[in-house]
């Protein structure tokens, strides 16, 4: 039986991995020695959605302060480090999410969409077992913007079309992302889009056209199902 889903897109942080606490206490660590603070709810109403660049300097746009390129890079580097301690002692997986990618990874192309460091994503996927599944693997700094800008999926997307060497129809592609910004991302890629409730509520992941907790409650044959649906939420 052919699939109408041609391929699978996932967002990193958030998705995959239970990341973003880490990557919050890593930023909070950072600009702490700045002698600037980050609160919870700053980060996830704020920005969550940018890369560690992107942060930096929406941050430094919000406080009105002058940040160098030079001192961003010297902040995402130690923010890097931070974050490279945290993930050495803790399990980062959410539960199901490797069964559901081994399960997605036998029927169609995967790939990864990410605003994450390349290293950091392939360390956690490697330890996982999971690395030699994905197809493609888009992260900070493959694009010149970053989400909600769609570049991140247009490249994926790409990467994977160039990559079985044949059509792929964005429709009948499915992003799994966290976060409004990521769907806003893939929608502008012209992807379907699924939400997990993992870091906002429902109702604020209205860009999606599926909502589930986590993983663990999807199938290959619901994203199927959805790719025959006409699309709910135009891009």
């Not at 030079?70 to 993930?87: D, P």
């Not at 493609?136 to 994977?160: N, Q």
Request: hydrophobic residues 45%; glycine residues 8%.
């Amino acid at each position: 039986m052919t699939l109408a889903l041609q391929a699978i897109v996932f967002d990193f942080d958030g998705v995959i991995a239970d990341s973003e606490p880490l990557h919050l206490r890593a930023f909070q660590k950072t600009l702490q020695e700045e002698g600037l603070e980050l609160s919870t709810r700053d980060y996830y109403n704020r920005y969550l959605g940018y890369d560690d660049v992107g942060l930096f300097q929406a941050l430094a746009r919000d406080r009105a302060m002058a940040m160098s390129d030079g001192q961003i890079a010297s902040l995402v580097a130690r923010k890097a480090s931070a974050l490279q301690e945290m993930l050495h002692d803790e399990r980062v997986l959410f539960p199901g999410a490797s069964d559901f990618i081994r399960a997605a990874a036998v029927e169609v192309p995967i790939a990864i969409a990410s605003g994450a460091l390349r290293h950091e994503i392939l360390e956690i996927l490697e330890r996982a077992g999971l690395a030699g599944l994905f197809a493609a693997i888009v992260a900070a700094g493959d694009t010149p913007h970053s989400k909600p800008s769609p570049a991140p999926y247009v490249l994926a997307f790409e990467r994977l079309r160039d990559g079985i060497g044949g059509n792929l129809d964005p429709r009948r592609c499915v992003a799994i992302e966290d976060s409004r910004w990521g769907l806003e991302s893939a929608r502008g890629a012209g992807l379907r889009c699924v939400g997990v409730t993992t870091s906002y509520a429902e109702e604020e992941l209205s860009g999606a056209e599926l909502v589930v907790g986590s993983l663990s409650h999807l199938t290959v044959s619901i994203l199927d199902r959805l790719c025959t649906q006409p699309l709910d939420v135009e891009p």
